[in-house]
């Protein structure tokens, strides 16, 4: 059972353009979604979560939507750059930290 | 603190032989995990523990696989015996689990390849 699904493998956009990385989830239990950036040889690192209870949260470049009602949320990172090149994995964290992550999305970011 | 360190980076062996990984969380997190990423499912939770005590071990793939916490500083990963299929990267991580919102820190990963 996949509870967390990131259906797009991949994405390519310009750079200075805007990035949309979706996510859709099943398991109504989970209490913060959170963001993953991987680069290639390394592990992956944190980048940005968001409370089920809220409907935004923005970090600088980086903005989280979540839709409840439609169980679904995503990433905004405008302006997009080069360095933003990396698999990005959205997840669910429930009660006892436990994470569930989705697939991935491969953002490439072309100069 | 180093972060979390994962032990070997790589390792190949042979089909039917033992393999082990090792990972030394931060240091003061109370929570581990251990991770298989593939390209058809992603980050796949296999198993974690919270204060040195196994919670969920419903991701691990079959009883070749086995991991332990002997004390708050290490983990191991066993898998006995090795099959090609369970060539993967694995990842071990902590976390602090007193916040909610706690994310948790990876490390660099084990790339295992069974030949």
């Known amino acids: 059972d996949q509870q967390v699904k990131q259906n797009s493998p991949s994405l390519s956009v310009q750079e200075g353009r805007i990035s949309i990385l979706n996510c859709d989830y099943t398991?109504?239990?989970?209490?913060?979604f959170l963001w993953y950036k991987k680069y290639p040889a390394e592990g992956p690192t944190f980048l940005i979560s968001?409370?089920?209870?809220?409907d935004k949260n923005e970090d600088g470049r980086f903005t989280v939507f979540l839709n409840k009602s439609a169980k679904h949320l995503s990433l905004h990172i405008v302006p997009s750059q080069p360095g933003d090149s990396a698999v990005y994995f959205c997840?669910?964290?429930?009660?006892?930290?436990?994470?569930?992550f989705g697939e991935g999305t491969q953002l490439t970011v072309n100069p | 603190d180093a972060g979390v360190i994962q032990s070997p980076r790589h390792e190949v062996t042979e089909m039917g032989q033992e393999v082990t990984l090792r990972c030394k969380p931060i240091?003061?997190?109370?929570?581990l995990f251990w991770y298989r990423q593939t390209m058809m499912r992603g980050l796949e939770l296999l198993i974690y523990?919270?204060?040195?005590?196994?919670?969920?071990d419903s991701g691990m793939p079959e009883d070749r696989f086995s991991a332990k916490m002997p004390n708050a500083s290490f983990s191991t990963l066993k898998i006995q015996p090795s099959e090609p299929r369970d060539s993967a990267v694995y990842f071990c991580?902590?976390?602090?689990?007193?916040?909610?919102?706690?994310?948790?820190?990876f490390g660099q990963g084990t790339r295992l390849t069974v030949v």
């Open positions: 991580a902590s976390s602090l689990a007193e916040s909610m919102n706690t994310e948790a820190f």
């Open positions: 398991n109504s239990m989970f209490d913060y």
């Open positions: 968001i409370s089920s209870i809220k």
């Open positions: 997840a669910g964290l429930n009660s006892g930290s436990r994470l569930t």
């Open positions: 240091s003061g997190h109370n929570s």
């Open positions: 523990f919270n204060n040195n005590v196994p919670i969920d």
